[in-house]
């Protein structure tokens, strides 16, 4: 290998230095002359540029899965316990950077991909996994994707070595809907996203349920912007107090839905948000007090579902990460590490095609909550939840969200075969 690799190599991956290697698993295993080799997982996510921290705040709930899994002694495989370790690769939030960073994993020995921060990375990296693994059977890959939720991934576009965490935005759109078919006094949307394929089918879906459980509401404007480049939403902002919409429905993530939300409220904006994300990454305190009862978020989770075992479980990881800046937890991703250890004691190899035929019947549980792999897809299923942004200390809000004094109280739970719905998906199996 060249110089000029080995640089590009050490630029791809960012390691746990990068936090001052506070998140090294805790586990330490019997000092033998030979070590159990760890499992590597590599993920590939933003570690630099406009969406940083949503790569960082996946790596804290990642590292935080495997820290659990290896403190209770690993992965129990014939030749011996072998823990996980999470490998950092940087895609700068940019497909080629992405689809480098996948050939760097692959050459260090990671045959287990994970990423979720933007569709259409995730469908580049689908596409090329097909053919390396087509290519190159000896280093087949299996893609493990917690965010990425463009419904095509696990219809058209679906593939035996992909597995999806996350509920797809088809279903995140039900759930929203759910709740606004109810509000009789909305008359006016508008509708705004990210141009690219996850966005548009948010838009595309919105306005089919609509038409079908709500034909009485107008869509006032309709918006795709370019992903991550919008440095000012003022214009934005501007178009929706104008239309007069009295809701705006948004998949908007990370910094551009924080920039969204904020410019509204400085526009004097009065309407609600329903959107995807607007439970965490600054959206509740860039909003303040104008978000009280008019923000509304669909998740797998949120900490302020009433159990028990939900609220010891968000204390844990808040014992863990005890920076309100930190505070980002997300049950899917404590699953789906979960669901590949249970799925690699299953198969009782790190091959893919065993590792990637018992992950088909994947069946999890943690701190109450449970998903299960749909085989016929690779589409995870599960319970979904709908909040409403509030004041912390007001009733059915104990928790806020990054330190901001604003919480999520829990108005709607959509058991999972609820929030189920029919695939498309033909994919191609291997023996």
Not at 237 to 242: D, F, Q, T, V
Not at 341 to 352: G, I
Request: with cysteine; proline share 5%; hydrophobic share 40%.
């Amino acid at each position: 290998m060249n110089s000029s690799n080995i640089s590009r190599r050490r630029a791809l991956k960012s390691g746990a230095l990068a936090l001052g290697g506070a998140l090294a698993a805790s586990i330490s295993f019997p000092s033998h002359a030979t070590a159990p080799a760890p499992i590597p997982l590599a993920l590939i996510e933003s570690l630099s540029g406009p969406f940083a921290n949503t790569g960082e705040a996946v790596f804290r709930n990642l590292q935080w899965a495997v820290e659990r899994v290896n403190a209770r002694g690993g992965v129990k495989l014939p030749g011996g316990a072998r823990p996980l370790k999470l490998e950092r690769y940087d895609s700068k939030g940019q497909n080629e950077e992405a689809l480098s960073a996948l050939r760097a994993a692959i050459d260090d020995g990671s045959r287990i991909v994970v990423q979720g921060n933007s569709s259409a990375t995730a469908a580049a990296l689908v596409d090329a996994i097909d053919k390396n693994n087509e290519r190159d059977p000896s280093r087949r890959v299996i893609f493990l994707n917690y965010s990425a939720v463009d419904p095509a991934l696990t219809n058209e576009r679906c593939s035996f070595w992909h597995f999806r965490f996350d509920a797809h935005a088809d279903m995140r759109v039900t759930a929203l809907m759910d709740v606004m078919k109810d509000d009789a006094s909305l008359e006016r949307v508008y509708l705004i996203g990210q141009d690219y394929s996850f966005g548009q089918s948010v838009l595309r879906e919105s306005k089919r349920q609509l038409g079908l459980l709500r034909p009485d509401i107008q869509i006032v404007g309709e918006d795709l912007h370019p992903m991550g480049r919008v440095k000012d939403f003022a214009p934005y902002a501007s178009k929706i107090l104008a239309s007069g919409a009295q809701a705006v429905v948004t998949g908007n993530w990370g910094n551009d839905l924080t920039l969204l939300v904020k410019a509204a409220r400085e526009a004097g904006y009065q309407g609600k948000f329903y959107t995807f994300y607007g439970n965490a990454l600054g959206a509740p305190a860039a909003m303040g007090d104008a978000g009280i009862g008019r923000v509304i978020a669909v998740a797998d989770w949120l900490p302020n579902v009433q159990t028990p075992a939900s609220e010891a479980f968000y204390k844990s990881f808040r014992t863990r990460f005890p920076n309100p800046a930190d505070d980002y937890v997300h049950m899917r991703m404590q699953l789906l590490i979960e669901a590949l250890a249970q799925a690699l004691e299953r198969a009782r190899s790190t091959e893919a095609v065993p590792l990637a035929k018992a992950l088909e019947h994947a069946d999890v549980t943690l701190a109450g909550r449970r998903g299960r792999m749909r085989a016929s897809d690779h589409q995870f299923q599960q319970q979904l939840v709908v909040g409403v942004m509030d004041r912390q200390g007001a009733p059915g809000v104990k928790f806020d969200v990054e330190g901001s004094g604003y919480g999520f109280r829990v108005i709607k739970s959509i058991d999972a075969t609820r929030a189920e719905m029919p695939t498309t998906c033909r994919m191609r199996r291997y023996d």
